[in-house]
Structure formats: C-alpha cells, structure tokens
C-alpha cells in the first residue's frame, strides 16, 4: 500500500494504523502531539490519501477530536467535520500549489512536517 520509506517513517508513531477504505489509503496516527496554543496537546491525525499516491500528492488532513485555539480565534479552513472510519473528524483544508508535491523525494515524513508547519502557524498568537 505505501512505499517501504514511508512504512519505515510511521514506526515513529506508536499506534499507527494503516488501512484501505473506499479506494483511499487511510493513515491514523494517535496522539499526534500539537503545539503550544491550542486546545489540545495532542489529538488522531488521519491522512486520507489518494489512489496513485506517492505520484499523486496528498491533499488535507483531519483530525479527532476538533482543535480550536487557545484564545479562541477561529483557524481558517478548518470548520468542516467529516465522517471517515466510522469517526467525526475536523477537515484541514489546504492543498499544494501546482508543481510543489515532488513525485519521488517527497514523502509521507515531508507531509507531516507541512502538517506540523501549519499547526504551528495556526497556534501561533497574533499580538493586539
């Protein structure tokens, strides 16, 4: 189902799981820690990718339970919940620019620091 790097890179993530549902590669990783300035200190990451994957890039990722930020601003592009493995999960919607996912170098280990990138941007607290 996933390249061997990728297999190798998840056996950092105590608990993953990794199965096929609906034609999609669903990758849940528990107790993703979150940073400073959110809610949570960590939460499920479910990366749901698409068939082709390594080749094709991989688009939004949800989490469970919903995270919000500590002082209660809203963070953009989160508001949808969506059901996938029998579980509500809260929709990050962002996606790659023509030409950034590179086919080949690029990996689940590249994805989850994006993912990691924006979840820092988002608990980021923005000065009055």
């Known amino acids: 189902m ?15 799981s990794v199965s096929m549902t609906g034609g999609m590669i669903c990758v ?3 107790n993703f820690p979150l940073p400073e300035g959110l809610n949570l200190t960590a939460a499920t990451l479910l990366l749901r990718l698409a ?3 390594p080749d094709i890039p991989p ?7 919903t995270i ?7 963070i953009p592009a989160t508001q949808v919940v969506e059901v996938h493995l029998a579980r509500q999960w809260q929709r990050w919607s962002r ?8 086919p080949g170098l690029d990996s689940l280990e ?9 979840l820092s941007k988002a608990a980021a607290v923005k000065a009055p």
Do not use: C
């Open 59 to 65: 688009d939004m990722w949800w989490f469970s339970p």
């Open 28 to 30: 849940v990783i528990p």
């Open 95 to 102: 996606h790659f620019a023509q030409g950034q996912w590179k």
């Open 51 to 53: 068939p082709g994957y």
């Open 110 to 118: 590249s994805y989850i620091a994006l993912v990691k990138r924006e």
């Open 68 to 74: 919000s930020r500590s002082d209660g601003q809203p």
């Open 2 to 16: 996933l390249p061997t790097a990728d297999n190798e890179y998840l056996l950092r993530f105590q608990g993953h």
